[in-house]
C-alpha cells in the first residue's frame, strides 16, 4: 500500500526501470519536440516557454506592496523587482526517456492544462504547515481524458506547494502515449527563476513522515547539485 | 475562395446545417457536459467557470490607475472595479448541436488550450484600428493536435480582438470528435461580463470589407438581442 494515498495498492514507484543508457526519444516525440521547439528543462522533461503577458502586475511576493511609483517605472524585465509579468506560459512534455518532472516549488499559481497522455501529480501542501511543525499533506491524483474515473484534464497548483509528475502508461496498460504526456502550464503572475526551488533531501524528511519520505524520494532531483538561482526562493 | 484568408480553396461555411430541431449530443458528449458540469454558453457551445484566482490585481482597463488605498480594501467581489482577480479559467466545449463560439471580445487576454477534437478560430483584430477609420485584419487558424501541420494547441487572443470559433471535421473528413471540441480558457486578468461583449453586425460592416462581412455574418450571435449587461465593453 501507498503511504500517500491508501487507495493505491503499492507504493508509488518510477514508471521505468532506470535505463543504464538514455532511452532514444520514438519518432513521433522526437517530431513533437521539433515543431514545438522544446528543450531540456532542469526539473526533468521538455519546455518551451510559448508566452509572457506584456501586462505587468505588482509583485504579490514582495514583503511590502510596490510603490505608485515602482509600478509606473516598471520595464518589461524589472530590475526592481517590484512587478511581474502577468502570466507566462509553456509546453511541458514528459517522455519515456525524460519520464520524470523531480519536485520542486513555484511562488506563482499554475494552471495546467492536458494536451495528450496520462501522468500522476503528487503535491506536498507545505504551504499549509509553513513556520509550523506539523507534517505537510501530501495528495496525489491521475491527469488524463478519462474525467468519469476523476482524471484530470485541467488542474490548478497554489504557489508555495513543492509538486513532483511522472508518465504513466495507459490505465489498460498497452504503455504510453505515443506522445508522451503533453501539457500546457499557465503562471500567475508570469514565472521569475527567482520565485522557483528544487526540494532538497533534508526539507523533505521535515515535511512529511519518514515512510513517505522514503517512497517519494526517488522523485527528487539528481545529478549536479542545482545552480545558485535554482535555489533562490528561500522560505521555507 | 475565402475573402479571409486566399490559402483557403472555399468561404468560411457552417460546419454543419442549421437543423430544423435541435441535434440531441452523443452519448459521450453527454457524459462528458455531465462529468464537467458544463452548462450552456451564452456565446453558443457550453461551459464551467473551474477557477478564479483569489489574489486581485489592480483593474487595468480602467481610465486611471487605482489608488493604493483601493487596491488595499478590494474585497473578493470589488464593487469598486479598482481590482481584478488575477485569472480565472474555464472548460469550453462545441458540439454538434452547439458548433459555433459566435463574434465577441474581451478586455482580458486569454491563453487557450486544446485537450481533444478540431475547430477553427477567426479573429478580427478590431484593437489595431481602434479609433481610426481602416478595415481590420482579418486572421484564420485551425487548432487541433496535427502540430506538424500547423494546427495549434495552445493560442492566445489579446484583449479587444474580436473571436469566433466552431467545430471541424477531422482531416480525413470522418466525422468530428467523439467528445466534441474541447478547450480550457484562462483569462488574464480575470474575467467580468462588464469586460465582455459581443459583435453586432453594423459593426461586422464597419471593420471589413463588405465580402468579408458577407463571409462571417453566420458568425454572429443570434436569438433574442442580448441583454444590456452581454453588450456592457463600449469602446469601439
Given at each position: 500500500m501507498s503511504t500517500i494515498d491508501s487507495t493505491l495498492p503499492s507504493p508509488l514507484h518510477p514508471p521505468f526501470p532506470?535505463?543504464?543508457?538514455?532511452?532514444?526519444?520514438?519518432a513521433r516525440t522526437?517530431?513533437?519536440?521539433?515543431?514545438?521547439q522544446l528543450q531540456e528543462h532542469i526539473e526533468g522533461g521538455y519546455f518551451a516557454e510559448t508566452d509572457r503577458d506584456p501586462l505587468?502586475?505588482?509583485?504579490?511576493?514582495?514583503?511590502?506592496?510596490?510603490?505608485?511609483?515602482?509600478?509606473?517605472?516598471?520595464?518589461?524585465?524589472?530590475?526592481?523587482?517590484a512587478t511581474r509579468n502577468a502570466s507566462t506560459s509553456i509546453f511541458y512534455l514528459l517522455t519515456p526517456g525524460r519520464p520524470l518532472g523531480a519536485w520542486h516549488r513555484n511562488r506563482g499559481r499554475t494552471v495546467h492544462t492536458l494536451h495528450w497522455g496520462r501522468g500522476r501529480y503528487v503535491i506536498i501542501h507545505a504551504d499549509e504547515v509553513e513556520g509550523g511543525a506539523g507534517r505537510a499533506r501530501v495528495e496525489t491524483f491521475v491527469v488524463g481524458k478519462d474525467v468519469e474515473r476523476g482524471e484530470r484534464l485541467q488542474w490548478v497548483v497554489e504557489g508555495g506547494k513543492y509538486k513532483a509528475s511522472f508518465l504513466l502508461e495507459d490505465e489498460e496498460g498497452r504503455g504510453v502515449s505515443e506522445g508522451g504526456l503533453l501539457i500546457s502550464e499557465t503562471v500567475v503572475p508570469g514565472f521569475e527563476y527567482s520565485d522557483h526551488d528544487f526540494l532538497l533531501p533534508e526539507r523533505l524528511k521535515e515535511l512529511v513522515t519518514p515512510e513517505q519520505a522514503e517512497e517519494m524520494a526517488w522523485m527528487l532531483r539528481r545529478g549536479p547539485p542545482p545552480e545558485e538561482h535554482e535555489l533562490e526562493y528561500k522560505s521555507k
Open positions: 532506470r535505463p543504464a543508457a538514455p532511452i532514444p526519444e520514438t522526437a517530431s513533437v519536440i521539433r515543431t514545438l505587468r502586475v505588482p509583485n504579490p511576493f514582495l514583503a511590502s506592496a510596490p510603490s505608485q511609483s515602482q509600478l509606473r517605472t516598471a520595464t518589461p524585465r524589472d530590475p526592481t523587482d
